[in-house]
């Protein structure tokens, strides 16, 4: 029995032998132009001699202009101002030029960022609230801002609101002081002292020993599934190393700069001191903050809701509050779902900064087109703003990504 057994399989594998044989003849007699790996590397290899072809297409043409693909020009003097930004004159090159728009476009990118976020995460915890009231306000601002284009909102602001603020002379002054005009907002800043040089040191060790603490933290949470000690300790050495360091140094590292109205000849008013937020810089920053909240916002609802329920209902069940629940249980695991589209978020604030030039900040693009326009180096120019934009972008991206990785780490 076991003889036809084995007999009567031998003439299926003779079939699919047979078939094999067959098939890979088949194969061997398809021509190359219906061969589908063949027809890949030929695209692939047109594509290539396409690009190729297109950029020496665009190099000889502009060649045959009798152009000179050069930097050479941004040694040469500038002869242009620039009123927003690090300190700068005419007689600087293009290259400080330049420097002065990547800065400012950079500043508003930074600070859009944390502000953003921190709009985005209350507003899309409140989204999720049961308080009516609370959740109906923060849908209503998620929906009108996310409809309505970015420009129309710069120039709401910038028009309609910040250029309709009382003029200096009878600026709104808060508490601090704060100075608020059509002009800007100007805050008090801390200055450097003499003495911050001695003080600076204090701040290294703070870091270096944050780090080891939370480093070691780490490693014992790896082994042994529970850190070796709360996260306050990792924070108490930025504090009190820095405050024993003020105790100890002669004088004070840092100094309030206050600022102050004063009248200048002829009358003129103007405020001195502090730091001062021109008006086009507070209305794109005001544009790009509330605009960006509201997409971080539904990505925070979205986290929110991948995360069971029934973790939170387990937590509550443990007496946790809803602040703790939050704070230690769902936010964690939501941030998984969060990170990933947050990058995109923070990559759209900063190229969407470059919509500044419809209101007169002086960001990288603005400051390029005055650049191109002075010097004729149109195409150098660009390359310039588009490595610097990469730049930048490659540079948010590859932060948020390790962001990304420990958070993935640490849920393991």
């Known amino acids: 029995m076991s003889g036809e057994g084995v007999s009567g399989c ?7 032998m047979n078939q094999r044989a067959a098939m890979d003849e088949h194969r061997s007699v398809v021509p190359f132009w219906r061969n589908e790996r063949v027809l890949k590397v030929l695209a692939q290899i047109v594509f290539v001699i396409l690009v190729l072809a297109v950029g020496a297409w665009a190099l000889t043409n502009y060649l045959e202009r009798g152009l000179k693909f050069s930097y050479s020009f941004l040694d040469e003097e500038a002869s242009f101002d620039l009123a927003e930004g690090i300190e700068f004159s005419p007689t600087d ?97 801390p200055r450097v002292a003499a003495s911050f040089g001695l003080w600076w040191p204090f701040l290294v060790v703070a870091l270096i020993g944050a780090v080891a603490l939370l480093i070691i933290r780490g490693r014992s949470l790896k082994h042994t599934g529970r850190p070796s000690f ?50 086009e810089f507070t209305a794109l920053l005001l544009g790009l903050v509330v ?24 937590a509550r069940a443990q007496g946790f509050t809803n602040r703790q629940i939050l704070s230690l249980i769902v936010l964690p695991q939501a941030l998984r779902v969060i990170i990933p589209p947050l990058i995109s978020q923070y990559l759209n604030l900063t190229k969407n ?60």
């Open 93 to 189: 090159p293009y290259a400080r030029a330049f420097l002065v728009g990547v800065l400012n476009t950079a500043r508003v990118a930074a600070i859009g960022i944390v502000l953003a976020t921190l709009v985005g995460l209350v507003t899309g915890i409140a989204r999720l609230s049961k308080n009516w009231l609370v959740s109906k306000i923060a849908g209503v601002y998620i929906e009108i801002i996310r409809n309505i284009p970015l420009l129309v909102q710069l120039f709401l602001l910038y028009f309609a609101v910040i250029m309709k603020l009382p003029q200096i002379k009878e600026a709104f002054v808060l508490p601090g002081p704060v100075y608020i005009s059509n002009r800007g907002i100007v805050l008090p800043w």
């Open 10 to 16: 031998i003439p299926f594998k003779g079939v699919d």
């Open 353 to 412: 900064s470059s919509l500044a030039i419809a209101i007169g900040f002086l960001d990288l693009y603005a400051v390029s087109q005055t650049m191109w326009n002075q010097s004729g180096r149109v195409v150098e120019v660009f390359f310039m703003i588009m490595a610097s934009y990469l730049t930048m972008s490659l540079t948010i991206s590859f932060v948020m990504n390790i962001v990304n990785r420990r958070m993935q780490i640490v849920e393991r």
């Open 291 to 314: 605009y960006t909240g509201a997409y971080i916002a539904e990505v925070v609802r979205a986290g929110i809701l991948s995360v069971p329920r029934g973790q939170t209902e387990a």
């Open 230 to 279: 709360n996260l306050l300790w990792v924070v108490t050495p930025l504090v009190a190393v820095p405050v024993l360091g003020w105790l100890l140094i002669p004088g004070n590292p840092l100094l309030l700069d206050l600022p102050e109205m004063v009248t200048k000849s002829g009358g003129v008013l103007k405020v001195e001191g502090g730091t001062a937020l021109s008006s």
